[in-house]
């Protein structure tokens, strides 16, 4: 690309929305935001008038500018699809966060435009790939530092939710981060998955079930096990051991201060996923604008985004079934 500055647009100005856009405003080199846009105009209107750009009359309107390169989509959930299939159109770059799409068959449509292009377009918002812990976790597997890796055990522990939290939200919003991430580290697709409901929390201030155990099997045979606990946990905790023949691996709790007074060995925990995973947004964010300037993504594609609602489904289908369910992939392109 012989552009050296990024020019991005914004599709949903929400919280998250709003992180992005100040971290590529004054973190990330090489990029601007040209312009936002937001269901709700007010609020489109404040964010563009906070960094002196423009709001946008549309979504559809903002991907179709010529004066921006890449989209970041940081919408509602049902929108993604539709903006990401715009942006496909006009073959532009696209930041879209979790899920890519609500139906696994939406994301396989992306994917063959993707072939039919030629290139890879699309990056998908799977943050803990760019957290310091996990890579360091990943590296330590490649280098077989603990043996073949047999086991892990996680935890995704929430304080609260918003209003509107359902139980089928455990999968597709707070464990969609266990699928993918374990899968990366492991480099490994599932072969079966299974939901498994246990003794039920009090702390829990809606009618959704929590916590949830979800289980893999990967294809080669390792197991793992993911603790989902929604609502009423004492801290927002991640927590990840690798089980390895020869050894194993937990996830470090990142720039903790370690506290010796009145009797007591301590650290803080964190009480908001921004907060424990603020530099790893940061890390994301550096490494898809430098990706996309070299015109050439090496982040998490259409392909890990497909596969994340294949599994999600099935979680969902295993949960009302009471059974494992196996899980079935398309033939994965060359382009991933």
């Not at 294809?219 to 194993?248: H, M, N």
């Not at 937990?250 to 720039?255: G, K, Q, R, S, V």
Request: with cysteine; proline share 2%; charged share 25%.
């Amino acid at each position: 690309m012989t552009k050296k500055i990024l020019r991005v647009g914004v599709i949903g100005c929400g919280a998250i929305g709003k992180e992005h856009i100040e971290r590529l405003t004054n973190v990330v080199a090489n990029t601007v935001v040209v312009a936002v846009y937001d269901y709700f105009e007010e609020v489109a209107q404040s964010v563009a008038a906070k960094y002196q750009i423009e709001a946008a009359p549309s979504g559809e309107a903002l991907i179709a500018r010529e004066d921006i390169d890449a989209i970041l989509i940081t919408s509602t959930d049902d929108t993604h699809a539709g903006y990401v299939f715009e942006a496909l159109k006009f073959k532009k770059y696209i930041f879209c966060e979790k899920p890519l799409a609500l139906t696994a068959e939406e994301c396989q449509e992306m994917m063959a435009k993707e072939v039919q292009i030629g290139k890879r377009l699309i990056q998908v918002g799977f943050n803990r790939r760019f957290d310091i812990g996990y890579r360091e976790m990943k590296q330590a597997i490649q280098a077989g530092e603990i043996g073949e890796p047999l086991l892990i055990h996680s935890a995704h522990r929430n304080i609260s939710q918003a209003a509107g939290f359902k139980t089928d939200y455990a999968i597709t919003r707070v464990a969609i981060h266990e699928i993918d991430i374990t899968r990366w580290l492991l480099d490994e697709e599932y072969e079966e998955v299974q939901v498994l409901t246990v003794k039920q929390s009090r702390k829990t201030s809606g009618d959704w079930l929590n916590p949830q155990l979800v289980m893999f099997k990967t294809r080669s045979g390792q197991r793992i096990d993911v603790e989902v606990q929604t609502d009423g946990a004492y801290a927002y905790d991640i927590q990840c051991q690798v089980v390895g023949e020869d050894g194993t691996l937990n996830l470090p709790d990142p720039a903790r201060v370690l506290k010796r007074a009145s009797g007591h060995y301590t650290y803080g925990l964190t009480d908001h996923w921004a907060k424990r995973f603020i530099d790893s947004y940061d890390t994301e964010f550096k490494e898809w604008a430098a990706s996309v300037l070299k015109e050439k993504l090496v982040g998490p594609s259409a392909w890990d985004g497909y596969v994340s609602c294949v599994v999600a489904d099935r979680l969902i289908q295993s949960r009302i079934s009471g059974e494992a369910e196996k899980i079935e992939l398309i033939e994965k392109a060359d382009i991933y």
